[in-house]
């Protein structure tokens, strides 16, 4: 490998563990949580710092000692075991209530973040997510105190599908979209939420368990059949967020990604205006059940 | 009589044939040695899957197998490892050292021990022929989540009898040891003075009977739901997909102690050896052990955080998984207390338990980060829980067993094992699963999701550096079976005492081990016992 390209790897990889910076979407090199765009994603990524550097803590000092005894107490350096010290009822009450200590340190701030990210009340608008072997329908059921009735069916993009099938010959790497590779995360259609309004989901599926996943926005929900999960997400900031189903659903789990963008209210209201823009009419469900590949054709 | 008796002792008395020798053998050493050898021949099936999932997600795209085959791989891989490789090694370790530990002739139900080995080969056949039906094996993953599960062909009755079949040699295994442990002590060997992998083991076999009726029963309602149109999981019949992830982890989460328990009782017996020094806090260990055990029944949902339980109960179950870093800390602080002050020397066993308390703890801390729900939400089912689950089973279960392997070989074979090539197979072990599982934690971070066959191109340096290391630690475990092959054959005559520092009864008997030991029960001195003083 050449070596500046090594030293801008390296570089990268610093970046991606130092810079809080709000990375959407994978990035290569990547070493940790993104911080995301949402309270949801922003409370995930702060408790998980806090355990980071605690287990990082008692890391230091528990390998430290170890390390410690593995150099002074060698017996090719002459150490002669002390038979003696087998027992001492202080350290042991020392070393089993800070942890404990440690511990309600830990519960404390999960806890009050957990019980805001259980709050679903006050929203403005909810959406229906079903899962299906292989992809996602959206039905957008209200907005702001109005019935609405836009439902569209969101799978794996044509170039990902084309790219993916086994010796496919084509390269991963060419799909593409504004400079960014999209492989295996893009759809045909996105689902269009507004930014800084408070969405509720109601999440079920229709055959097997899957479930809905955005890093960016800081949870997964599982969509299971006959059961409906509520999620909550309030978007920061505008743009497009990525994610993939995150439960195994079958042969083309990997391949029902979900994409999210985020648009200002009043480009989403422009949207929903529109009808949802481009939707096609009918059901996409119902003309095939033969995978991505068939219903993206059908949405062409 | 008497002189008749002493004569068997000199000959020892083995079955000379090769059928009467290891089908109908009912010697606890005996049936060790098979579920042993059982054991590293699924070790290396498991880890040949293992090697088509490293290869497959070498780099993006889909180059050698289709996602149907990738689930496949996935699902079998978890089954073997799990119930072919991890679990027959502890109990072949439980026959061979539990009776030369509490100073026992042999197993208290010898021709059940002998069917619980016979099983596996059944068991195990079932199992492994859906590879080659038509539809092939199960790829709904090793938790076998309805409905997905009830989706493929025959294969989920094959694989559910399979499932029987273990769980019934478990069971069996279990009440022998505990009956073992329970009636068979030579006199003087009181309950605290069992050495510390005893000690494991029977709270194992504990939960080994407490919950593998329980995966029994669940895998039962799922082949009902399958052929008997029963709807226990079924929401369109009324069933509860979710009760299935309920009662499965009320199994699976116990399991996990079932195969990291005995292991930390092997720990709890190389490091006091290559220290010499006793163990730390003897008592505080049990004790310890006991209340893992006890925790481990009562924070199953932790499994489940995103299936959309109440508030309420998610935070139950992250409370109470937490609890469990109390009890696994005490462990990890007796051990190292164990070393402080004492006099090390870094013999294969003695690098293994080392790696083990390390790399096992780092397990640990990804499995309280993972007990904190809305962090959760981010990592479950991603690689972050991939990186740490293995961290957990291979580096530590898979070590712990390692550790004790290299530990006994001498008195099982009578013959040292070269401590040079052993020592190779450690370090090249330790950093290759290190190259293999450590960047797992950055991909789940990153984004990627677990049990998916193909990924976007972001994944894809860390994939290829994981994949490379998969490829390493492979090799190294071909290595382990040409120093294990090659310490079975000849060597440096091994003592008695095997190594410097060992005490306790199994060091009491020649190596090799004879067919027979203990057909008098031993005098117990207790200065010679590794934890004969009952004070503390
Ligand atoms: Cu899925
Ligand atoms: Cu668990």
């Known amino acids: 490998m050449h070596p500046t390209r090594i030293r801008s790897r390296l570089a990268a990889a610093i970046a991606a563990l130092a810079s809080p910076v709000a990375l959407a979407n994978p990035e290569r090199w990547q070493l940790n949580l993104s911080p995301g765009v949402t309270a949801s994603s922003q409370a995930a990524y702060e408790m998980h710092m806090i355990m980071l550097w605690i287990c990082v803590a008692i890391g230091v000092v528990v390998f430290g000692a170890m390390t410690y005894a593995m150099i002074r107490f060698r017996k090719s350096k ?3 075991p002390d038979t003696s010290f087998t027992h001492s009822t202080r350290i042991e009450v020392i070393w089993t209530t800070i942890p404990v200590l440690i511990l309600v340190a830990m519960a404390w701030p999960a806890t009050t973040r957990l019980l805001a ?9 909810t959406v229906k997510i079903t899962g299906y072997q292989w992809r996602w329908r959206y039905e957008i059921v209200d907005y702001r105190g109005q019935a609405q009735d836009i439902n569209f069916v969101s799978s794996l993009d044509l170039d990902s599908n084309r790219t993916r099938m086994l010796g496919s010959g084509l390269d991963p790497r060419a799909v593409q979209r504004d400079g960014v590779n999209t ?3 893009d759809v045909d259609r996105p689902l269009v939420l507004p930014t800084d309004t408070k969405v509720r989901f109601l ?8 479930a809905w996943w955005v890093p960016a926005l800081g949870w997964k929900q ?6 409906i999960n509520t999620a909550w997400t309030d978007i920061r900031k505008p743009g497009i967020y990525r994610g993939q189903c995150a439960e195994l659903c079958g042969k083309d789990h990997g391949f029902m990604p979900i994409v999210v963008r985020a648009v200002p209210r009043a480009e989403f209201e422009q949207w929903l205006a529109d009808n949802g823009g481009t939707l096609p009419p009918g059901d996409l469900l119902a003309t095939t059940a033969d995978g991505p590949a068939a219903a993206s054709a059908g949405s062409l | 009589m008497a002189t008749h008796s002493a004569t068997h002792d000199d000959h020892d008395h083995k079955p000379q044939g090769f059928l009467d020798r290891w089908l109908f053998t009912t010697n606890h050493k005996d049936i060790g040695t098979l579920y042993l050898v059982w054991s590293l021949i699924m070790f290396l099936v498991g880890g040949a899957m293992a090697m088509v999932i490293r290869a497959e997600l070498f780099q993006p795209g889909l180059q050698l197998v289709h996602p149907e085959f990738f689930n496949q791989m996935t699902t079998m891989h978890a089954l073997v490892m799990i119930f072919g490789a991890v679990m027959p090694a502890f109990v072949g370790l439980a026959n061979w050292m539990i009776p030369l530990q509490i100073g026992a002739p042999d197993m208290a139900l010898p ?5 619980s080995f016979w099983l596996l080969p059944f068991a195990f056949f079932l199992l492994l022929v859906t590879l080659v039906l038509p539809g092939g094996a199960p790829q709904a993953g090793w938790t076998l989540y309805p409905p997905l599960s009830l989706q493929g062909g025959y294969s989920i009755a094959f694989t559910i009898f399979a499932i029987h079949l273990m769980g019934i040699s478990s069971i069996m295994g279990a009440i022998n040891i505990i009956a073992t442990i329970l009636n068979m002590r030579a006199p003087g060997m009181d309950l605290l003075k069992m050495p510390l992998f005893t000690w494991t083991w029977l709270i194992t076999a504990f939960l080994l009977i407490a919950v593998m009726p329980v995966l029994a029963g669940a895998v039962t309602m799922l082949l009902t739901d399958k052929f008997f149109g029963t709807s226990f999981f079924n929401a369109a019949g009324g069933g509860d997909p979710v009760l299935f992830q309920h009662v499965f982890w009320f199994f699976g989460h116990p399991e996990v102690y079932i195969m990291i328990l005995p292991a930390f009782g092997i720990i709890s017996e190389i490091i ?7 163990l730390f806090g003897y008592q505080a260990m049990v004790y310890a052990t006991a209340s893992i055990a006890f925790l481990s029944f009562i924070v199953w949902a932790h499994h489940m955080f995103t299936v959309g339980m109440p ?4 935070l139950y179950f992250m409370y109470a998984t937490m609890l469990i870093a109390v009890p696994t800390g005490v462990k990890v602080f007796n051990w190292v207390a164990t070393m402080w002050r004492g006099s090390l020397t870094f013999e294969t066993p003695m690098l293994f338990a080392l790696g083990f308390v390390i790399m096992f703890t780092i397990g640990g801390f990804s499995g309280l980060m993972l007990a904190i729900v809305p962090a959760d939400y981010q990592y479950h089912d991603t690689y972050f829980v991939v990186a740490h689950f293995h961290y957990v089973l291979v580096t530590g279960a898979i070590f712990g067993i390692m550790a004790g392997v290299y530990y006994w070989l001498p008195k099982w074979t009578g013959f040292m094992y070269d401590e040079k090539l052993g020592k190779i197979h450690f370090w090249w072990s330790t950093i290759s699963v290190n190259v293999l599982f450590f960047p797992q934690h950055f991909l789940g971070l990153a984004g990627m999701p677990r049990r998916i066959p193909d990924y976007n191109v972001a994944f894809a340096e860390f994939n290829m550096i994981s994949s490379i290391g998969g490829f390493a630690f492979g090799l190294a475990q071909v290595f382990f079976v040409y120093v294990l092959w090659k310490a079975s054959r000849a060597g440096v005559k091994a003592t008695d005492q095997v190594w410097e520092g060992a005490k306790g009864l199994e060091w009491t008997v020649p190596s090799p081990a004879p067919h027979h030991t203990f057909q008098r029960p031993p005098v117990i001195d207790d200065s010679k016992l590794a934890h004969g003083d009952v004070t503390h």
């Open chain 1, 78 to 80: 002459g150490a002669v």
């Open chain 1, 117 to 125: 990210l259980a709050d679903t009340r006050d929203y403005e608008m």
């Open chain 1, 203 to 210: 999440i079920t599926a229709n055959d097997v368990i899957h």
């Open chain 1, 183 to 185: 492989y295996l995360l």
């Open chain 2, 111 to 115: 021709r059940m021990n002998n069917w």
């Open chain 1, 222 to 227: 599982d969509a299971i059949p006959g059961f």
């Open chain 2, 272 to 278: 006091p050896t290559f220290s010499r020094k006793p």
């Open chain 2, 311 to 314: 508030v309420g109960a998610q």
